[in-house]
């Protein structure tokens, strides 16, 4: 199932010029597959260039998809997925604490960029969460930076006057597909 990201009010970014949809589904096991697609005016957003895959930090400071996986005793994991295949990973004990890296097998991302559409796709072995009883809650998210740098933040939902995708309330897919 494709979710439609919503853009935040307080954005900076352009929201009319672009459309920013996600899936989540479970592969086999504990593995998961992230998609986002962005479309439209692909040619004022700012996509990161091609790096070597690679774990690496802030990358949410730029064009950046992101995935929260809940836990239900309050911690949950983040994983996030740039355009230049750079990946991160971490676990938070509670909300926006405790953060520590998330140990995983490298993240192999496939993008595909042509005329005005990004799609960006990676595949997860979460067998951290493998004891967490289903079904699994999940928040996807993107930010979307311009040229100019002003950043806009797409999310399954927004419940603050700022953007927060680690706000728990905003984890509002199913892993099977479907939404609480």
């Not at 004990?93 to 998330?102: C, H, I």
């Not at 796709?121 to 996807?140: N, Q």
Request: proline share 7%; hydrophobic share 45%; charged share 20%.
């Amino acid at each position: 199932m494709d979710y439609k990201l919503i853009p935040h009010p307080d954005g900076e970014a352009s929201r009319a010029a672009v459309k920013v949809t996600a899936s989540v589904e479970l592969v086999s096991g504990s593995t998961v597959r992230f998609a986002y697609k962005l479309t439209g005016d692909l040619e004022n957003v700012a996509i990161p260039p091609r790096e070597p895959p690679s774990r690496a930090d802030r990358l949410w400071e730029h064009t950046c998809f992101e995935a929260f996986v809940a836990e239900p005793n309050g911690s949950y994991h983040e994983l996030n997925l740039s355009p230049s295949t750079q990946w991160a990973a971490y676990s938070f004990a509670a909300y926006r604490s405790g953060m520590r890296a998330l140990e995983l097998a490298p993240l192999a991302i496939i993008v595909e960029h042509a005329g005005g559409e990004l799609r960006v796709t990676a595949s997860a072995d979460l067998g951290a969460l493998a004891a967490a009883p289903w079904p699994w809650r999940v928040g996807l998210a993107a930010v979307v930076e311009d040229r100019t740098g002003r950043r806009g933040y797409f999310a399954l939902r927004h419940t603050r006057a700022r953007p927060d995708f680690h706000d728990a309330d905003c984890f509002i897919a199913l892993l099977g597909g479907s939404a609480r």
